[in-house]
């Protein structure tokens, strides 16, 4: 059995191997009995091989809404290399183009009227619509739109549909001049995200974008990005598992990694931060024995502090108290929060509450009743508004109008704008009341609930730091210094190319990518109760428990007898078994019912997952798995890991845990 403690990692080695789902729930062996064997499968088709030695390369990949931001670290070195990028059409119209700091992460399919959910469009062009207009609609699809985290896709063959189908229009609202289809398979979603980042493997030259690396060599660079250690992505906070399992299925899809533990996840505010603390700390040790004048300034101060990271799509937040002796803390000291809410969620706003009055009646082609509420997540309408904005002429002119006004009031009390033959003005009041205060007061409410988890007053923050977009800073400043007048507001501006051995100005790779590539530097940040995934734990606690009603204890005594350090995920055991659903994003509940077609939510699998819980209880204190939902919920299992190149029947391992000792045990 292994030890409890917070360090403690259990390795392959360590664990008593994985046994498939019973094909009954008969009463489990013990785990010391032998257990039929899983059968072999092929090893998937990766081309190209991992040599099992440490190269010392990390990968750390920002999708956001600019595109894709790539880091690379040479660990042994702690020397980063951002990417960048040429597209096709820069290299053919220019000798001398010039790069581009983020990968465009839109993929435009073509459609035809035989394109059907069983069958995947063509992908035909990557960040722009093609150049030669295809026969059928384009369909354009962003790889980290919203639903990565609402279901794992997975083929019926029973019925020869992709599920989950996403309802991406209304489909009570009016279909506007330029029709689109109403639903999308979320596999496209996916396979969009896929091939994006088949443009970092050099054995699958995708699009014909060229990238580079300053101060890095182009064979060294395909060697690094052909050997990879591991490769951090952010986790927004409060998503779903279904998230993290998609892109893993993207990543390994792509061919950049072999296994799915060399993906490893990092809550956003962690990541944008880490820049800045790796910066600090290089400071302090160079100020060590150095006074006076020659010391180099310190900006980051020990003590309680906010943590903020703007995006297009998301605000993320952390509490955390920044040790004096280190000013490194651990992931367990961060108390972390987010609203699905920035730029983009703002200029929706700035249309449907400033824009769409100023237009002559029936020229918007989309219901009022359908907009976003402002200042809220709404990410049903928001979702929805989107698709209309990017896939509409008038919805692009609107989307350009608005981020132009966004910026224009940061700096001028009046913007002005021509629509047809009128002329009108709109005020920085009109911009903070309508759109900006509703936005701050549930930011408000979201930074009082983390301070309340914490045990803080507001008089207790002695330093806020902001990171992402700078368009928002200036409004949040504003706000932040009248419910925080005692704390010093730092804006950093660290960012990737300024940490490189070249450093550039101008350039919109900001600091996410970097701190995701700088983690494994700092492995006490990473948290170490993320190698149990919900939908591992809930594997094995079906594995090991068969059709027994069992006690909470000796549920946790069962998994740890299998190598499981219960320690660390004993909160999510016991989620897992007085839930009443199975975990959000293996089957669709009802808080995200909106985002699916009918056809989809009442799908006969999800339905029948959703009609019982799946844990029952026979008496007050044993939980048992429902014997009516275990043949649907077998087969279910069975298809997605059929189709998928996880197996999740192993713990997800920090990378840097191949490569160095354990810790020993107490």
């Given at each position: 059995m292994i030890v409890a403690d917070s360090d403690a990692r259990s390795t392959p080695g360590d664990r008593t191997p994985a046994t498939p789902l019973p094909d009954s729930l008969a009463p489990a062996p013990e785990p010391s009995e032998p257990t039929a064997p899983k059968p072999e499968t092929p090893e998937p088709a990766y081309d190209r091989p991992h040599s099992g030695i440490p190269s010392g390369w990390f990968l750390g990949l920002d999708l956001s809404a600019q595109g894709l931001g790539a880091v690379l670290l040479h660990r042994p070195t702690q020397t980063p290399y951002p990417l960048r990028w040429i597209s096709p059409i820069d290299a053919a119209q220019s000798l001398e183009p010039q790069p581009r700091d983020r990968l465009p992460i839109t993929i435009y399919f073509g459609l035809t009227d035989q394109t059907h959910h069983p069958t995947l469009p063509p992908h035909i062009s990557l960040g722009a619509p093609p150049t030669v207009t295809p026969s059928g609609p384009v369909l354009q699809v962003d790889a980290v739109q919203q639903g990565l985290d609402l279901g794992i896709p997975y083929?019926?063959?029973?019925?020869?549909?992709?599920?989950?189908?996403?309802?991406?229009?209304?489909?009570?609202?009016?279909?506007?001049?330029?029709?689109?289809?109403?639903?999308?398979?979320?596999?496209?979603?996916?396979?969009?995200?896929?091939?994006?980042?088949?443009?970092?493997?050099?054995?699958?030259?995708?699009?014909?974008?060229?990238?580079?690396?300053?101060?890095l060599d182009a064979t060294v660079l395909n060697q690094a990005l052909s050997n990879l250690d591991g490769i951090g992505i952010t986790l927004p906070h409060a998503v779903s598992e279904a998230y993290a399992f998609n892109v893993r299925e993207a990543i390994l899809g792509a061919g950049l990694v072999k296994q799915a533990d060399q993906v490893y996840f990092l809550e956003t505010a962690i990541a944008a931060l880490l820049p800045t603390l790796h910066d600090q700390v290089r400071r302090r040790t160079q100020n060590q024995g150095v006074t006076g004048d020659s010391a180099t300034e310190t900006v980051l101060k020990a003590g309680p502090s906010l943590v903020f990271n703007l995006e297009r799509n998301q605000t993320a937040l952390a509490l955390v108290d920044f040790p004096a002796a280190s000013l490194v803390p651990r992931a367990d000291d961060f108390f972390h929060g987010s609203l699905p809410h920035g730029e983009h969620a703002i200029d929706q706003d700035i249309i449907s509450q400033l824009l769409s009055p100023l237009l002559p009646p029936g020229q918007l082609d989309y219901s009022p009743q359908h907009f976003p509420v402002p200042g809220e997540a709404d990410l049903i309408h928001r979702c929805r508004f989107h698709h209309y904005l990017t896939h509409s002429p008038l919805g692009n002119l609107l989307a350009e109008a608005a981020t132009q006004l966004r910026f224009v009031l940061q700096h001028q009390d009046q913007f002005t704008l021509r629509i047809g033959a009128s002329t009108h003005s709109l005020t920085r009041t009109e911009l903070v009341a309508k759109v900006l205060q509703p936005y701050f007061y549930c930011l408000n409410s979201l930074v009082n609930q983390l301070l309340s988890q914490c045990g803080w007053s507001r008089e207790t923050i002695g330093q806020i730091l902001i990171m992402g977009s700078p368009s928002l800073v200036p409004h949040l400043q504003t706000w932040l210094h009248q419910k925080f007048p005692q704390a010093q507001i730092i804006h950093s501006i660290t960012t990737a190319h300024a940490a490189a051995p070249q450093p550039q100005t101008n350039t919109s790779l900001g600091s996410v990518a970097l701190g995701l590539a700088l983690l494994p530097l700092y492995p006490q940040l990473f948290n170490t109760a993320s190698q149990y995934s919900t939908l591992f734990l809930l594997l094995e606690i079906v594995r090991s428990q068969g059709n027994e009603a069992l006690t909470l204890s000796q549920i946790c005594q069962r998994l740890e007898a299998r190598g499981i350090n219960t320690y660390l995920?004993?909160?999510?055991?016991?989620?897992?078994?007085?839930?009443?659903?199975?975990?959000?994003?293996?089957?669709?509940?009802?808080?995200?019912?909106?985002?699916?077609?009918?056809?989809?939510?009442?799908?006969?699998?999800?339905?029948?997952?959703?009609?019982?819980?799946?844990?029952?209880?026979?008496?007050?204190?044993?939980?048992?798995?429902?014997?009516?939902?275990?043949?649907?919920?077998?087969?279910?299992?069975?298809?997605l890991i059929a189709q998928s190149w996880q197996t999740l029947e192993e713990p997800y391992l920090w990378p840097l845990s191949y490569f160095e000792p354990r810790p020993a045990s107490p």
């Open positions: 083929y019926e063959v029973s019925s020869q549909t992709w599920e989950p189908v996403l309802q991406i229009l209304d489909p009570s609202a009016p279909p506007h001049a330029h029709p689109t289809p109403t639903s999308l398979p979320l596999i496209w979603v996916r396979k969009a995200l896929d091939a994006v980042l088949q443009c970092l493997n050099p054995q699958r030259e995708s699009w014909d974008w060229q990238r580079d690396a300053a101060a995920c004993q909160g999510q055991i016991k989620a897992l078994v007085t839930s009443q659903t199975l975990p959000p994003g293996l089957v669709p509940d009802g808080a995200v019912a909106g985002y699916f077609t009918p056809e989809s939510w009442h799908h006969n699998t999800y339905a029948t997952l959703r009609s019982q819980p799946f844990f029952i209880q026979p008496t007050p204190d044993t939980y048992q798995v429902n014997p009516v939902l275990f043949p649907t919920f077998q087969h279910y299992w069975q298809t």
